[in-house]
Every structure is written in structure tokens, then in C-alpha cells.
């Protein structure tokens, strides 16, 4: 054995905290959000909020935050995307069910009358999705979104759906987790439509997914149990059911919430009214050149009352064309 | 500005560094377990799942533990402790409602008749809990059940309930969560119940707590958004309904579960169908002196089945009295 001399060993453990120092190094926060007012408000609560010694310290495990889905972490343009995955996943199925030509809701879907459908709710195409379903397991039915999000293309922008998260949206949710945040999405549409992608796209684990699902039963398939998708969903409505979708699947009130559409206010309304510090954000799509512009009257993500309260109560309003120096991530789209 | 030698600095580094390096040397594991073919397992299954370069390494994000709570956690006699709590609190409220002395289940709670309570089942009694508290609010739901475990004592014990739980599994939930798992309780018991405790008692968060839950509805109240329990429950149901309850809480299949009655087999035969390694135990009560022992007749956390189950299977059958040096956390209870 070689005897090294103590100086030696100092330099190979200095040079240690050195390494583990830089790699503890902070990046500058929110890369793609152009400096402003809403960077500012953003930085500004989380230091406030995770600071010893601030007078608004939260403990880390009241640090929940929570996002809606569609338009607010992703696009949701033509329709929400999984209305395109249900219409998409419906008409494959089509061909082996020629009575679906002349019944409605499949008819609808069958020709892509998008305007009935939108009219109809996203409701009633998950419930026609589990109808449709009905009898597979969940892993196949795992297996069948996970296929559509590898073929599908936006009609727009001719990428797949999962390219058309928001750069920005992806910097926050790693911030509040880089800060000792648990990040949810909540949302209505379905669990067993998103948990497939929110791990690889945002890091947030399936047990992190709340919205609606599909009923299941236990079955024993060749002597190994499995769950088998039923005919029903059980629901969680935009609105007024969102609050009590955090109170079943979180158990804590958020903190932090962000959404974009009217859908979503009492999921913000449910933030605020918290007795802490909370922090309350719309997203709203101003930016027709690099994604939509669209509010008050689209049926798609309609923002009116929300806006209208949101800027009576000092929420903030990000404006996606001034506040965000990106929409895509650069690897998925150039903006 | 003093100056010092650089040698100094190396000696504030290194010490920097063997202080570090002494904070992250892990304590040995399970200290409460004997040494003996359980204790080995599961170290064993721990290390394997959790080495890099193992042939059955598991990656972090699909390290699910699962946990019953009545008789894994903590003790379960003279009956499950929410039911105890749910007495208690119609008791309480029975003063106002004289009515109930002739209805029945009403009567048997007031009379504390806990043979015909047992036989009814926990699941009638937690529909009564919901009844009997519709129009509270979840937070005041939630001050009653910490205000009776501040109160209430365990009849043999003369302890509070949380005195209860078990040390083992206490030291087990910590090396789990230490290695990566992610560690959630399952059962059909009220979340309502389990999650004021969940947090302090064993370290996990309410969103990680799966059961039964109230119907719950936003109201204003004040002005200000308010969640009311409503008189009615979203069972969980024991058996076929806990793999379906994980499907729809945690979206992932465990690779770790515990249990210790008939009423978990189906949570640990899911558990046990994974494609990957598992680990499948079940605690049997076998220490009268110490805690209770019991199983196949038992009205409560009958093992009859599952144990004939775990034998033929080879599941880890933990025996309360050989396998742990301790029950209680040496602070409650003096073995």
C-alpha cells in the first residue's frame, strides 16, 4: 500500500467540496420567461415561501402545487387532446362495428364532426371511450395511448401532441420541485389517458394525476389477477368537483394553482382561499404567430369570468406572447 | 482581511467533508427486527432491488410500498380503532338525539354492543360516521379525530391509540423510504380517519394514504370556499377493491406490500403478480404477552386463508414474538 501525504489527501478532499459545491450551484430559474412582473412575482413567492427564517415559510410538506392539463402545461388546440385521442381511438374501432355509422355519439365521431363532439362535452366521449373499451385491461389500454402519442400529429404544427408542452411550464413545474414542492395535475380528463405521459413529459409520477378513471374490476386472467376496464367512469367534474378531487386524491390544500380557462376556477378560487401565502396564476394564450390566441368566446378553453376575477384579485395573468421568450421546447419546435 | 494559509482552508474542507461523509453513513437497518431468515429477506430484497448493476435493480420511480394499516402498522384489538373512534364520537353526539336509543345500529353504538357493531361490519359504521357528521366541514372532521386521539386510551393499554403503532414497522417504513421506495398505506378504512395521524405517526403524506373517503361538496361559507361532508362514502372496498383502489390512487403496481388478515390478500396477491421482483409479507400476531395473538377465528384480522396462502407461496410470514425484539416505540411502551 502507497503512503500519500496528508496535504494529498486534503487537496483530493477539497477538490470534493468543490465538485459537490458547484454541482449544489443553483441555474438561473425560468430560463424562458422574459424578465417582467410575472417572473418576478413567480421567484419572489417561492423564495418568500421557502426561505428559513421568512415570516411566510411554508414546511415542505404543505408545499403543494397544482396544474390543470390542457392549455395550461400543453396545447389544447383544435380540441383537447385526449377528445382527438377518443375520436381517433373510437373510428379505429369503427370498422368492426358497422351499426356505429347511423347512432349518435359514434356517428359524430366517425365523421369528426368536431363541433358535436366539442358540444357534447369531453364528458361523454370519456364515457364512450370506457364503453368502448370495456373487457380490456388497463395495461392495454396503457399500451393503446402510448401508441397514439407515437403516431398522432397536431394538424397545425405536424408534430406529435407530447411536442407541444409548454418550455416554460416544464422550467416552473422543475423549480417548485428544485424547491421542495409536491407538483399535481389536476384535471377531468382522464387518469388512465394522462399518467401514460406526465412521468417521461413532467416528472410527475402517476400517484401525482388526479382526474377522472375508469371503474375496474379484478379478474383472474390465466390464473394472474388483472384489472379489467367496465363500462363507467367515475367522474371528476370541471368546476366545483375539482376542490373535491384534491381533498380525495391530495388530502392538503395547494398553495400554488395554475390554470387557463373558466373550467378552472374554483381549483384557483380553492388555492386562494388558503390561509397561507398562495400563489394563483392564469395562463393566457395571447399568441396566435408561435401557438393560438384565444379567450372569452372559444369553445375551446373559454377565459372570461376567470380573467375578469383573476384581475379584480391581483392573480397573475401570464401573457403568453410577452412573458414567454418560447412557447416549445427548442428540441421539439423552433419558435 | 486576515489571510490563512491554504493548508488551513484544506483542514475546514476536510472536515467539512468527513462530517458530511459521517451524516450519510447509514445507521444498520431494522434494528427492532431479530436477527433470523425475515430480518435477512427482506435486507436482502432491499439491497437487490436498489443496487446498481443488479440483475433485478428497480428504478426509483417504480419502488411502491404498500401497507395495510389495522394490524400492520398498528394493533387492531378489541377492534379496528376506527371503529373505537366512531363509537365514541355517535356516543358523543348521541345527547342530542334521543331518537337513536331504539334505532338500531344507533342503539348498539350507544350500548356499546361491539359484538353486533363487529358483525355489522366497519363499513356500516363509517357510513353512520358520515350520516352523524353531514354539514361539518372536512376540517372540523379532521380536529374531532385529533381531539380523540388526544383523549381516547386503549383498554388494556391505558395508552393513547398512536402509542400503538409498531416500532418494526416504523423502522421498516423509514429503510424503505431511506432506499427510494415510495410508501403508501391501503385500506378500506376512512382517509378522513387515517390521514390526521398518517403524517406525524409514520412520516407519510395524505396523498399517500388510499381508503374509503367521504362524499364531500364546495360550499361558500362566509364567502370563503369550503369542502362539506356530505352523507354519504366512496367505499374502498377490503379484498377485490384494494388492487382496484390502487389502480386508481396510485396508478402503479407495488413491488413491496405488507398485510396481516384474510381481508389484504387480494393487495397481496397483486402485489405478488407483478412482473418483476417482490416482496410479500404478512405479520402474524403470535405475542400475547406483548400485544395480542391471534388469527384463523379471530373477529377481528382473521388469518385464516391468506396464511395458508403465504405458506404455499413462500411470502414472508413475520412472526410478531420471534422475529421482533420490541412492539412499541420504547418511549410508549416498555416491552
Redesign the interface.
Known amino acids: 500500500m502507497r503512503t500519500l501525504a496528508l496535504?494529498h489527501?486534503?487537496?483530493v478532499?477539497?477538490m470534493?467540496?468543490l465538485t459537490?459545491t458547484a454541482q449544489a450551484q443553483p441555474k438561473a430559474p425560468l430560463p424562458s420567461w422574459n424578465v417582467g412582473a410575472t417572473k418576478q412575482a413567480i421567484i419572489r413567492f417561492v423564495t418568500d415561501t421557502t426561505s428559513g427564517g421568512s415570516p411566510n415559510f411554508v414546511p415542505e410538506?404543505q408545499r403543494i402545487a397544482v396544474f390543470d392539463s390542457d392549455g395550461t402545461l400543453w396545447a389544447e388546440q383544435p380540441a383537447y387532446f385526449q377528445l382527438l385521442f377518443a375520436i381517433d381511438r373510437i373510428r379505429q374501432l369503427a370498422a368492426g362495428h358497422p351499426d356505429w355509422s347511423t347512432q349518435q355519439p359514434y356517428s359524430a365521431v366517425v365523421d369528426q364532426d368536431l363541433k358535436t363532439l366539442l358540444a357534447s362535452g369531453d364528458k361523454d366521449l370519456l364515457y364512450l371511450l370506457a364503453a368502448t373499451h370495456a373487457g380490456m385491461t388497463?395495461d392495454e389500454f396503457e399500451q393503446t395511448v402510448l401508441q397514439w402519442l407515437a403516431d398522432a400529429r397536431n394538424a397545425r404544427f405536424k408534430r406529435p401532441y407530447t411536442d407541444l408542452v409548454y418550455q416554460p411550464m416544464l422550467e416552473l413545474v422543475d423549480y417548485l420541485r428544485d424547491n421542495g414542492f409536491?407538483v399535481?395535475i389536476v384535471s377531468s380528463d382522464g387518469?388512465e389517458f394522462m399518467?401514460p405521459f406526465a412521468?417521461f413529459l413532467y416528472g410527475i409520477?402517476?400517484?401525482?394525476?388526479v382526474g377522472s378513471?375508469f371503474?375496474?374490476?379484478?379478474q383472474l386472467r390465466g390464473g394472474?389477477?388483472t384489472?379489467i376496464i367496465l363500462p363507467k367512469v367515475?367522474f371528476v367534474e370541471d368546476g366545483?368537483g375539482l376542490?373535491?378531487a384534491i381533498?380525495?386524491?391530495?388530502?392538503?390544500r395547494p398553495i400554488l394553482a395554475f390554470g387557463n380557462a373558466d373550467a378552472d376556477r374554483?381549483l384557483l378560487?380553492?388555492t386562494a382561499?388558503n390561509s397561507g401565502p398562495t400563489l394563483v396564476g392564469l395562463i393566457h394564450h395571447t399568441d396566435s404567430a408561435r401557438e393560438w390566441a384565444y379567450d372569452r368566446t372559444s369553445p375551446v378553453g373559454r377565459l372570461d369570468q376567470a380573467l375578469n376575477e383573476a384581475n379584480a384579485r391581483g392573480w397573475i395573468v401570464v401573457d403568453m406572447k410577452k412573458d414567454w421568450s418560447r412557447v416549445f421546447p427548442p428540441q421539439n419546435l423552433a419558435d
Chains 1, 2 share one sequence.
Open positions: 496535504s489527501w486534503l487537496a478532499l477539497a470534493a467540496v459537490a410538506e388497463v409536491k399535481f387518469v399518467r412521468e409520477p402517476p400517484n401525482q394525476v378513471s371503474m375496474t374490476q379484478m394472474k389477477p384489472l367515475d366545483p376542490p373535491v381533498q380525495r386524491f391530495i388530502g392538503r374554483q378560487e380553492w382561499a
